[in-house]
């Protein structure tokens, strides 16, 4: 697994060179390097971790690892598929928002720390797993398909309103600030933040808490 360092230098790398046309296709395969990074610790994360492991809150400062990998993806899911592709998200077209046993369709910023230890039990983690590679292979698949000039593009007034019709945002003060933050952005915004940016803060934390729970 590569160090925190790696990805810091090829997140600088891509976030350098997508600004400017002639090196855009770098920086694009920048991102798509970082993912992959990205993509192995969660591989990692599955592969070392219990059922009970996912729904721990060993340290203050983070949550569960199984709300981090549900946050993660339902932002990336309903960011890559209503924002940029203009398509329906995989939550709904593959069933994952039955196969996961979510009790919410939001991107979970709502729910209480008190909350989290219930909600992350109530996930079915194998489907879990199943929904992070499935956003990841889709949202890898747009970066593929994006030119410069599709990055420059900023988020139209109908695919915002999408955003609120559907309700996958809750519309509680701590997370309905959301859909104005992505939708203030381009697309090259949206590369960065959700789509590298947030999954190294997340993914950082999951991996702080299985060093906790690993050294007891």
Known sequence: MTTKQERSAIFKSFQSNIKKGVSFDEGKANLLTLRKMLSEICDYIF????????????????????????????????????LIAGKAQLFFSKNFNKLLNAPIITTGNEIARDELIE??????????????????????????????????????????????RSKVVSTD??????????????????????????????????????????SH
Request: glycine share 2%.
């Open 47 to 82: 592969d070392v971790c219990s059922d009970e492991d996912f729904c721990k809150i060993p340290l203050k400062t983070d949550k569960t690892i199984a709300y981090y990998l549900y946050h993660l993806n339902r932002i990336e899911d309903v960011t890559s598929n209503i």
């Open 119 to 164: 909600f992350s039990k109530a996930l079915n983690i194998k489907k879990l797993r199943a929904y992070v590679f499935a956003v990841m292979t889709n949202t890898n698949e747009i970066i593929q398909d994006m030119g410069f000039k599709d990055s420059k593009t900023k988020i139209s007034t109908e695919r915002k309103a999408e955003i609120i």
């Open 173 to 214: 003060e701590s997370a309905f600030w959301l859909i104005d933050y992505w939708c203030n952005k381009t697309y090259a915004g949206l590369m960065l933040m959700p789509f590298s940016r947030h999954l190294m803060l997340h993914l950082d934390g999951c991996l702080r808490i299985i060093n906790k729970i690993k």
